[in-house]
């Protein structure tokens, strides 16, 4: 999952994008207003974390134009401002969540994934596709009831894909749901990656199928590891 942080605080950012990324996150950081409001319309995103008191363009307006857009990502915002009309004003404008700084960062954590679990697979704590089953928030993956051990990479990767279960999933799209402004993924990592989890997948009743010039595909299998006519 990808995720905009958008805090003009570096030594707040670097923290909170420490714990996002560790916890197996994609995480770009904005420390303006206006850097976050072009970047919410140039990707997608699957939360966005933003602080109110942002330069060149308040976050209250990166939230209204976000939603004026149209667009239902879930927004938890982190802010110093603790008024109750204030909380209320930004409750009104579309935040989903609110969160006083300082707070505890396993509080800041928990929030992040209860927003994400709404908003993933409609709101369903899981994603099943044949045996598999999956727990996005908590980056977790079962076949059957054995854990399916994973890179942060590969879960990644079955995550984009699973999200897109029934529809061709590009290159680009999965480069981009890998990596953040600060990493580059090759073809060749992107080969590596999808390699290794066919492997783990073998065996499962599912596969990743290459549709050729187009992308992937993650689906059910029979045993042979053919995907289903």
């Known amino acids: 999952m990808r995720i905009l942080l958008a805090e003009d605080d570096l030594s707040i950012a670097e923290g909170l994008c420490a714990s996002l990324r560790h916890a197996g996150y994609?995480?770009?950081h904005a420390a303006q207003g206006n850097l976050a409001d072009s970047a919410l319309r140039d990707h997608d995103y699957?939360?966005?974390v933003l602080d109110l008191g942002l330069p060149m363009l308040d976050g209250s307006e990166v939230l209204r134009r976000l939603r004026q857009r149209g667009t239902g990502m879930p927004v938890l915002v982190v802010t110093a401002r603790d008024g109750l009309s204030e909380r209320?004003?930004?409750l009104d404008l579309g935040a989903d969540d609110y969160l006083v700084k300082p707070f505890a960062l396993a509080e800041?954590?928990?929030r992040v994934r209860a927003l994400l679990r709404r908003a993933s697979?409609?709101?369903k704590?899981?994603?099943r596709l044949g045996r598999l089953?999956?727990?996005l928030p908590g980056h977790r993956a079962w076949i059957d009831q054995i854990p399916l051990e994973l890179t942060a990479r590969e879960f990644g990767l079955l995550e984009a894909l699973a999200l897109r279960a029934d529809r061709v999933t590009s290159r680009a799209q999965l480069v981009a749901a890998l990596c953040d402004w600060d990493q580059e993924l090759t073809d060749n990592?992107?080969?590596?990656a999808i390699h290794r989890l066919r492997r783990k997948l073998q065996g499962s009743g599912t596969g990743v199928r290459t549709i050729r010039g187009l992308g992937y595909l993650l689906e059910e299998t029979d045993d042979s590891g053919n995907g289903r006519a």
Request: hydrophobic fraction near 50%; proline fraction near 4%; avoid cysteine.
């Open 26 to 28: 994609v995480v770009d």
């Open 88 to 90: 209320i004003r930004v």
């Open 121 to 123: 697979n409609q709101g």
């Open 133 to 135: 089953r999956l727990d």
């Open 189 to 192: 990592g992107l080969d590596i």
């Open 46 to 48: 699957d939360l966005l």
């Open 108 to 110: 800041f954590e928990a």
């Open 125 to 127: 704590p899981e994603l």
